[in-house]
């Protein structure tokens, strides 16, 4: 099959699913459609979006007069709903918020806008965005679809209070054995507190986002470079069968359950000692009301056979084709990834909540280093990130936490599924990934042809 026609039929299986949560989501911006003055925004809930919804009327409304509708949903809802409104081109919703996996894709079907327009702008200033970011957002024609809100890697997180009482000591490097190591020391080390927080939540772009980077240092793949499946390979299980052990002997509770979000709040709660996860969460780590401002260590992501293993990932903006108010969502877009978003971020809610990752500007700015210990840790994991080359041998596809297909949000949470049941005991890492790798199988088999 052509590329088109696999992302259809990948897009067609998620319909059911994102009509029935369409329907009991009681969100929506069908009310303002034919008003050329209002843009309706679907975007995930993560915490830089939400200081984005409290800003909009003030700032961006205000100067322009365009009202925007925002529906704000967890991060596997909201792809459900991203998939059915822009494979079905209904243009219920101008702006969405996509990565750097779905615009390639969602951009060769003519699901997206170019956005040309906004690039082209010299206050905005294409050239100060990471060129990484550029380059994953640029379609096949050559032409830009998508414009970074924020970029992150990922990287391992720390109470340096706790490990320093302990007389733990973390390397600016750690292996995984080494993590494992100390989450082990530092269960317990204060009254409720887990060693280490890990997403165990079902899901791709959950619990398989860290845990796919794990694999890739183990040694393991999805696809080998000539798409035979490698799901139940023994690197691949080996690295499965660590992360699961250690988030159930030493994770947080109910980590079955526990996505970004959870894994945020037990951080800023005191109710685990490590995190690793994306770089983004440290802005509300480091944020003025934050209980453990301060009190944040940052480590590269942890490795095992490779030099580093963190993710390169960026919530972005894509317009929809089907939008009838392109103009106005280009200018939404303009000021929401703009250096002077930023700063407005900067001058109501501080530095360190800025939502970086994505301006070669930001990382130079004092004001920024200051407020937010963790810059260096973050542009180095950034920069570090490999796409082309994140394990130990060649890929098909790209993508460091992702395979850069189509059929992978669909096989990704499949597996995801059976991982997630061996963290609550209800389940073999055997079994998930031995159905992972018949699956799997099936996709390579395509692309064999």
Not at 172 to 189: F, I, M, Q, R, S
Not at 264 to 277: E, G, I, R
Not at 326 to 355: H, N, R
Request: aromatic residues 10%; charged residues 20%; neutral net charge.
């Amino acid at each position: 099959m052509r590329p088109k026609s696999r992302l259809a039929a990948v897009a067609a299986g998620t319909i059911t699913f994102a009509l029935a949560l369409s329907a009991c989501s009681g969100a929506g911006g069908g009310s303002a459609a034919g008003d050329q003055n209002s843009l309706n925004v679907l975007m995930v809930n993560n915490p830089q979006m939400e200081d984005l919804q409290r800003l909009t009327a003030d700032n961006f409304t205000k100067d322009t007069g365009i009202k925007v509708n925002y529906t704000v949903l967890p991060e596997n809802d909201v792809r459900a709903k991203i998939s059915q409104e822009f494979s079905s081109q209904a243009g219920q919703y101008d702006v969405a918020s996509l990565s750097n996996y779905e615009i390639p894709f969602y951009s060769a079907n003519g699901w997206l806008a170019p956005l040309d327009n906004v690039a082209k702008d010299a206050e905005f200033n294409q050239a100060d965005i990471l060129p990484a970011y550029t380059a994953s957002l640029t379609g096949k024609d050559g032409k830009l679809y998508g414009e970074p809100f924020y970029g992150e890697s990922s990287f391992l997180m720390y109470r340096k209070d706790i490990l320093d009482a302990k007389g733990l000591t973390m390397p600016e490097k750690p292996t995984w054995d080494e993590v494992a190591d100390l989450a082990a020391k530092a269960d317990g080390a204060a009254p409720g507190m887990k060693g280490i927080c890990l997403r165990g939540q079902p899901g791709w772009g959950q619990v398989f986002a860290p845990l796919t980077t794990v694999v890739n240092t183990f040694g393991g793949t999805w696809f080998d470079k000539d798409w035979n499946a490698k799901v139940n390979s023994p690197e691949f299980t080996a690295a499965t069968e660590f992360y699961v052990d250690l988030v159930r002997k030493h994770g947080e509770a109910g980590a079955a359950q526990a996505g970004f979000t959870e894994c945020l709040t037990n951080m800023s709660q005191s109710k685990v000692a490590m995190w690793y996860d994306a770089t983004s969460a440290a802005g509300s780590l480091e944020a003025d009301s934050s209980p453990v401002k301060g009190k944040i260590g940052y480590a590269q992501a942890p490795v095992k056979n490779t030099k580093s293993s963190g993710w390169l990932w960026t919530w972005s903006w894509g317009v929809q084709a089907a939008s009838k108010k392109q103009d106005a969502a280009g200018k939404f877009i303009a000021w929401a990834s703009s250096q002077k978003y930023e700063e407005l971020v900067a001058s109501k809610l501080g530095w360190a909540k800025v939502p970086s990752g994505k301006r070669i500007s930001t990382y130079e700015n004092a004001d920024f280093q200051k407020s937010a210990p963790f810059f260096k840790a973050e542009r180095t994991a950034i920069e570090n990130a490999d796409p082309k080359n994140p394990g130990v041998q060649p890929r098909p596809a790209i993508g460091v936490q992702f395979v850069g297909i189509p059929e992978f949000a669909d096989l990704g949470t499949t597996v995801s599924q059976g991982v997630s049941s061996a963290i609550a005991g209800q389940g073999s890492v055997a079994d998930a990934l031995a159905k992972g790798q018949e699956a799997a199988q099936k996709i390579g088999d395509k692309y064999k042809k």
